[in-house]
Every structure is written in C-alpha cells, then in structure tokens.
C-alpha cells in the first residue's frame, strides 16, 4: 500500500513524462498536427479539392493525404460531438459517460484491480488507478482526476446535513475528467476537450489517426474510476470533505491539494476480481442510469427523501454493527487482562513484563502502556 511521500513521488514522475511529451509536441517541426487553424482553412489548403493536405504520420517519414471530403467529415464529426456532449454547459453526465463509452473500453474497465483515491483538490479528486498489465513497458499505474461540477450546487443543497445524499447527487452529476494513459490521450483528450468535460490543459489537435470518427468517450481507467467513486466508502469520504467544506467561513485555497491520510488511503484502496468487478459494473450502470432519471422525475422530492431515509437506516445499522463488534472485543481484551492478572499473581511475575511481553504476541490487543492503563481501569493491579 502507497505512503503519502509514495504518492507525491509518483505524482512527480507522472508531470515529468507528461512535460517530456509538451517538450517533445512544442519543438516538432513535422508537419504532423491538424489544428483548428487548418481545418478553418481546408478549402484554402485543398485548393477546393483539387489536391490533398499531406501531413506526416509517426517519425520515420511516412506521410498520408487527406482529401477535402474527409477534412469536411473531420469538421462535421466535431460539430456532432460539440452538440452531443452540450458542451456549452460544461460537463458531462456520469451516465453519458456510460452511454457513450465503446463496449471495448467498458469490458476493458472489468479488468482494473483498483482506483484508489488519495488526493481532493477542492472539488477535483485525484486517484491511482492500477495498470491492466496487457501494454508492453506500460507504467504499473496512471492517474485520473475527476472534477465534481455540481460539487458547489451539491454542497449548498445539502439540506439538514444530508451530506451523504450531496456526495450521491454530486458523483452521478456533471463531471470532467482526464487520464495520464495514451488511450485517452490519443483518442479522448481532444474529443473531451470539444466537449467540455476535460481538465487543463486541453487539446486542440485533431486525432486524424487515433479517433477520426471521434468515438467513445472515456478509458477504462476513467470508468473504473467512475464506479469506484460511486461506492458508499469513497462517497462516505466526499460527504465528509463536503460537510467541512460547508463549515469553513475562510477563502478556499484554490489549487492547492489536499491528501488523505496513510490509514484513509488503505481504506479506499479495494481490489476485487474481474467477475466481481463485472457484476458491480453491470449493477453501477443500471444504478446510475435509474437514479439520474429520478432526479429528473417529478417524484424527486420524494425519491431524495426516501434515499436519505435508507442511507440513514443503513448508517445507523453499520453503527450498531460496530458498537457491538468494540463491545465484543473489549469483553474479549478484559478477559485477556484478568488471565494475565492472574498469571501476574500466581507466578511473581511482574504484570508489566506480562503486557509487553502480550502486546509483542497479539498486537491487537494494543500497546504495553494500552495493556496497563485499561487493567487499572478495570481495577486489576
């Protein structure tokens, strides 16, 4: 399991090959990229059709033509999207993510172990996605932040403190999104961008050779992001966030991350087969699906209310399950303690030497000091 400095050192080497690659684009003097520039003037650099833009392809000279009619398609493949996505309104749907994500990448998603997240950016999330391992010197993980777009709304509309059912609304909201792997940088980034759901910096170069239909919408390390940001642990974590956001009266401190603690990170880092992983994709999918559409009904009203009452229940029978799993494991330590006691007595042993040599044993049971301090309490020696 990661340790916060782990992270940050991972996040390092993550900017550095991102920044290697900006270099890279930056001092390329290939005629390579299709830019805004050159669609605008495709008829202009077609002569009307009479002859084809030639653009390089990889980097060992290849080139390839690209004829009016095809550059015309490019152009009507993006105004599609722009409409598609409303990308004026900023965003995406959690569950157009899902609608238009390609069944290849959604199958892939089965098979990530984990997506761990680790880190809030006021209303960013950042995760540690585990590599699938099936690319060739592939790193062993990427990252994919999240923003939450209605997280503001979100918090705001949390109504009496029902900061659980805000975390639900906000992660099944309008979200952007973006990943450091080259399936979404290649095929998804630009199309993102267009479609105003990704997170700086954008692209605006064509994908010509990756996406030219501009299909899909999301990696599979996005959408197993997606389903794990909608488990009740990582959504008990952004009520949480969401609620000491609510209380602050200072400035939010813009950019500047937030890191979860070693023990929080262990606790959302949840690894599961790819079967299991199938079944809570197929389940997610109809979930997300069934609780936008209630929001949209007229009913909502009713629906937020019994949503909270269940996830109340549900807490308050969690709770109840834990105030009785500590009450069996303090009868159990007490036990514990009054055989060591009595050992202590029958054998002059110091009760001291027995607790350290007992917390070395069973550290469970707590330190040599927690062993002492609770047998005094119990009055016990």
Not at 99 to 109: G, K, T
Not at 121 to 144: C, I
Not at 183 to 209: M, Q
Request: a positive charge; charged letters at 30%.
């Amino acid at each position: 399991m990661p340790t916060v400095n782990d992270l940050k050192n991972q996040e390092k080497r993550w900017r550095r090959a991102f920044d290697k690659v900006a270099v890279m684009r930056e001092s390329d003097k290939r005629d390579a990229y299709l830019t805004p520039d050159m669609l605008r003037k495709r008829q202009k650099l077609t002569k009307n059709g009479r002859q084809k833009l030639v653009l390089a392809v990889g980097y060992k000279g290849e080139t390839k033509a690209y004829s009016l009619t095809q550059l015309n398609d490019m152009a009507k493949q993006i105004d599609r999207s722009e409409g598609r996505f409303q990308a004026d309104r900023g965003g995406i749907l959690v569950a157009d993510v899902l609608n238009h994500s390609v069944p290849d990448d959604l199958q892939r998603a089965k098979g990530i172990g984990a997506a761990t997240l680790y880190k809030f950016t006021e209303n960013m999330l950042s995760f540690r996605v585990q590599a699938s391992g099936d690319t060739l010197n592939a790193p062993s993980h990427y990252q994919v932040r999240v923003r939450l777009e209605d997280w503001g709304r979100a918090v705001r509309k949390g109504e009496g403190g029902k900061y659980l059912l805000a975390a639900k609304q906000a992660t099944t909201g309008r979200v952007s999104f973006d990943c450091n792997c080259g399936r979404y940088i290649y095929w998804f980034h630009y199309l993102a961008s267009i479609g105003g759901f990704d997170i700086e910096p954008h692209e605006d170069v064509f994908p010509k050779i990756r996406n030219p239909r501009l299909k899909g919408c999301a990696c599979k390390h996005v959408l197993k992001t997606m389903l794990v940001m909608n488990s009740m642990a990582v959504q008990m974590k952004i009520s949480a966030v969401m609620e000491d956001t609510a209380k602050k009266h200072g400035f939010s401190e813009a950019g500047r991350g937030k890191y979860l603690s070693e023990k929080d990170i262990k606790k959302l880092n949840v690894v599961g087969s790819s079967e299991a992983s199938g079944r809570a994709f197929k389940k997610f999918t109809a979930n997300v699906s069934a609780f936008t559409e209630k929001l949209k009904s007229p009913s909502a009203k009713r629906i937020k209310k019994e949503y909270e009452v269940k996830m109340i229940n549900k807490l308050k029978a969690k709770a109840q399950e834990v105030k009785q799993a500590q009450g069996a494991a303090q009868k159990l330590a007490v036990a514990r303690l009054r055989d060591l006691a009595t050992m202590s007595k029958a054998y002059s042993v110091p009760f001291e030497k027995l607790a350290a040599d007992s917390a070395k044993t069973n550290p469970g049971m707590g330190t040599a000091e927690e062993l002492i301090a609770m047998a005094k309490e119990e009055g016990l020696i």
